[in-house]
């Protein structure tokens, strides 16, 4: 196990970089990451979570949060209907209705139960409008994004054992023929 959690932090430290190299983690935005600890250990998804994947993720994605001043938004799993752990703070300032449930491993996965327990005024929201996103193992996060994603390449494409895919959002292209664009 000692050598899949070495890989999972060299991983991760990869897909912080790329995220730190991309122009996209703007002042304020909000990284939505859905994620199955058990598709990173090589396993099915929701079959085998792990408290020490999503502990070395978590570490890497707060450092990154906190040295970009970005926000990050926990996707649970299908047991509590993809609801979403974050700061109380971003709840209250994007106006989202908090819902009444605490994550826990076998009813929210072990990515938002670490998160809900290591956040400093965690919630949980059933429903967020996120900027950027990261699906680390199939966790299928399009309904946490803003209306436009656009998918993001990056060269480190997996984490341990699960396929990692990244995506952006852009505002929509509306008015015809005539309307102008940035």
Known sequence: MGELFGKVERDMKAITSE????????????LVIGCSTSEVSGKDIGTSGSDKVAEILFRQLHRLSKEN???????????????ITIERSVAERKNLEIVSVIPAKNAGGSM???????????VVVEEIEA??????????IG?????????????????GQATVTFARTRPKLIGGERAIYK
């Not at 938002?112 to 965690?122: C, D, M, S």
């Not at 900027?131 to 299928?140: E, K, Q, V």
């Not at 994004?145 to 998918?151: G, H």
């Open 19 to 30: 995220w730190q190299a991309s122009h996209y983690l703007l002042e304020g935005s909000i």
């Open 69 to 83: 001043n970005i926000h990050l938004a926990f996707q649970g799993c299908e047991h509590i209907n993809r609801a």
């Open 112 to 122: 938002a139960t670490y998160a809900y327990h290591h956040l400093e005024n965690p």
């Open 131 to 140: 900027d950027l996103g990261m699906d680390i193992g199939h966790t299928f």
């Open 143 to 159: 309904m946490h994004l803003k209306k436009v994603a656009v998918p993001i390449r990056f060269n480190q494409n997996t984490l």
